[in-house]
């Protein structure tokens, strides 16, 4: 079975620009949480979604968003970048229950200049 | 309220002798808590979970416990290997599919 995928793995981009990232979740599972991971907070959740509705939200301004697709494929987007958002962004695939395993991709390294 | 909380960020230990990662956490009515590892530039990999039926569970070289009574749990890695030179974190739900994650400590196993 194929394992959690991210695209892309290396993304550069200014301030103010916005971005799109994308995961696409193992086979047969429903969920798709986001987290962030940054030298100084550290593995933080984004948001998660479960048959393409978000279902939980973590404590992140607006400008991170996310989305996903009928095929449990998801994207989020981050708009207005600051340089504070450089981070890896990690997704995260189960099949939607509390207990259920969380399987990760191998994240995106996001710079921000 | 930090949820769960590793207290040790690194940790060094020789190889084939014992290491131990521990945990503490807060009050919750549902105690379920999971162990994963780190390696640089990679995402995290599941290694083991408990839940509060249990005191013990082991798979292979890596066992953890938890202590109820003292909100800790921790997780015994015999015997390390170099291999085993990662990031732990610990980590336990606080919503569907929301895991928090504790800040982590780094191993590293001296061959």
């Known amino acids: 079975k194929a394992g959690v995928t991210q695209t892309p793995r290396y993304l550069i981009k200014t301030r103010g620009q916005q971005v799109t990232l994308s995961c696409s979740p193992i086979s047969g599972h429903r969920s798709v949480s986001w987290y962030q991971q940054t030298p100084g907070q550290g593995l933080q959740f984004l948001f998660e979604y479960f048959s393409e509705t978000q279902r939980n939200k973590g404590n992140f301004p607006g400008r991170f968003s996310g989305r996903q697709f009928s095929n449990s494929r998801s994207e989020m987007n981050v708009s207005t970048l600051e340089l504070g958002d450089s981070a890896l962004y990690l997704c995260?695939?189960?099949?939607?229950?509390?207990?259920?395993?969380?399987?990760f991709g191998p994240g995106t390294r996001l710079t921000v200049l | 309220d930090q949820q769960v909380k590793q207290n040790s960020p690194s940790l060094s230990v020789q190889e084939g002798r014992i290491s131990i990662l521990n945990c503490d956490y807060t009050n919750s009515m549902f105690d379920y808590f999971l162990w994963y590892k780190k390696y640089p530039a990679e995402g995290p990999t599941f290694l083991i979970s408990i839940s509060s039926i249990k005191d013990k569970n082991e798979d292979g070289r890596f066992t953890v416990f938890l202590n109820k009574s003292a909100k800790h749990l921790s997780l015994h890695i015999v015997p390390s290997q170099p291999g085993d030179s990662a990031v732990y974190f610990c980590?336990?739900?606080?919503?569907?599919?929301?895991?928090?994650f504790g800040t982590g400590t780094r191993l590293t196993v001296i061959p």
């Open positions: 980590a336990r739900p606080t919503g569907a599919n929301n895991l928090f």
């Open positions: 995260a695939s189960s099949s939607g229950t509390a207990t259920d395993t969380q399987y």
